[in-house]
């Protein structure tokens, strides 16, 4: 079965400006990040959608102390966010001082954009992420 | 299914970076493990060895064959489990399960790591391959970032304002840390406050430099036998009577059941089940405190506390010794040390010591039920429940 929506057209996309997502032929729900099947049913009956770029924070962390090779991102916000059509999705948030991020932050509204994750030694090449920003 | 019962253990200290090679730490473990049991290298039948990062800290993959070698177990089969921090309670819930089928009557089972070894910055680095590397990792996702995220969502989820869930949360590294100074093998002898944890850097917020386990070197082995053998071998045979294991998907994709981790519910029944029994039934646990919140999150959904109540239950000592259901007693793995590879088996072990009477000043008088809850990645878990068999 081929896989309708990879990582490779989902991140090609994103950079164009556009959330990818699979809307399930069977249960309704939209899955993305993309998988094979529904996330919420396990249908394969998918096709391909524009996911609206809005949502809500669901929580937040501030980073401090990153991984080999990213010391220079720090200090960085990554969130979980719920969009409106009911996907979660994780990425930065930015425009603001991550210093100043608290509980505060749950529940605001955020839009979506992306950034380029050039990669490291272990992953292979440029990697579209998403950013949130208020909204 | 066949009785399954444990008869050897074997532990190595658990420290800051050691100049031991990872064959030579689960060595050490294995032969401690099998001259407790009274058998010989040549009797072990299968090797199941947990280790995650070997490729990376040393540049040891396969160690597993290796190992087997080593001890002088010649070319019997020997696998390698990788779960992230659940791979050896993966390899001894497999071991359980080759034995238990028939398929073999004694299985040397454990683990090794050296993530100590690697230093924070790369241990960072490989510790975040246990999260999604292409739709989450590149956001900067790091393992404390997972837990941390999980805090503030079971703050707000469960309205337990942060400040005094952070203090909850000091309270569980302070009870670790105390019983540490009673565990010989334990990476820190040192007890901490409350002020510590509160006082400590800022790793990735809300979570502090206490909140978090060290990075740990060491390994623990165990022996597994059929009950048939078992009776020659000892008069107190511990019995493994129920196994859980599950799986997830990437943390984004859990969705409304976090802080919740569905993976664990899922494992703690299959094992509940299988033993037929209740958590009420548990006399003590050892559970996966990777991070503090992380132990009020895992003894909820093992069903020993209602949910956004188990830092209650840690300030008014129901984790201690004598209160509602011993946590813990070993240090966890924030005193204890988390040699992600060994911590299964090294849980397995305390359990084993629990249900014989042989854990010293941090004995749990009675003990008869022990459970473990082993957590990898976000979502990679793995419930053991052991009981004593005579
Ligand atoms: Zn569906």
Known sequence: ?????????????????????????????????????????????????????????????????????????????????????????????????????????????????????????FSPGDQARPVFSFS | MRKVAIVGTGHTPFTFATEKTSIELFSEAAMDAINEAGLKSKDMQALYLGNCLGDFSEGQAMMQSYAAND???????????????????????DAFIWVASGFYDVVL????????????????????????????????????????????????????????????????????????????????????????????????????????????????????????????????????????????????AQKDDLPRLRAREESAKQAYDLAGIKPSDVDLCELHDCFSIASLIAAESLGFFEFGKAGEAWEKGETKIGGKIPINVSGGLKAKGHPIGA???????????????????RQVEGAKIGLTDTLGGDGVICTLIMEKGW
């Open chain 1, 1 to 121: 079965m081929d896989y309708k929506l990879t990582f490779k057209d989902y991140s090609k996309a994103l950079t164009k400006g556009t959330l990818l997502g699979l809307k399930c032929k069977t249960c309704g729900n939209i899955t993305t990040p993309p998988k094979m099947t529904c996330q919420e049913c396990g249908g394969t009956d998918l096709e391909v959608v524009e996911v609206k770029k809005k949502g809500k924070i669901v929580t937040f962390t501030n980073v401090s102390v990153a991984p080999e090779g990213r010391q220079n991102e720090v200090p960085y916000i990554i969130v979980l966010v719920r969009l409106d059509e009911g996907p979660w999705i994780m990425g930065n948030l930015i425009d603001i001082d991550p210093a100043s991020a608290n509980m505060d932050l749950i529940g605001r509204d955020v839009s979506v954009g992306f950034k380029i994750f050039p990669g490291d030694k």
């Open chain 2, 343 to 361: 911590t299964g088996a090294s849980q397995v072990s305390e359990i084993y010591h629990q249900l014989r009477g042989e854990a010293g000043e």
């Open chain 2, 109 to 252: 089972v454990g683990g090794v790591e050296r993530a100590a070894s690697m230093g924070t910055s790369l241990a960072t680095r490989t510790f975040a391959m246990f999260t999604d590397s292409h739709y989450e990792y590149p956001a900067g996702l790091t393992f404390p970032a997972m837990f941390a995220m999980l805090a503030h969502l079971y703050s707000h989820k469960y309205g337990v304002p942060l400040e005094r869930l952070k203090e909850q949360m000091a309270q569980v590294s302070v009870q670790s840390h105390a019983y540490g100074m009673s565990n010989p093998k334990a990476q820190f002898h040192k007890e901490i406050t409350k002020e510590d944890v509160l006082n400590g850097f800022m790793v990735t917020s809300p979570l502090q430099l206490l909140d978090c386990c060290p990075f740990s070197d060491g390994a623990a082995a165990l022996v597994l036998v059929s009950e048939e053998k078992a009776k020659e071998l000892t008069d107190k045979p511990v019995f493994i009577t129920g196994i859980g294991q599950a799986s997830s998907g990437r943390l984004s």
């Open chain 2, 71 to 93: 001890i002088g177990a010649f070319h019997i089969p020997a696998t390698r489990f990788e779960g992230a921090c659940a791979s050896s309670s993966l390899a001894v819930r």
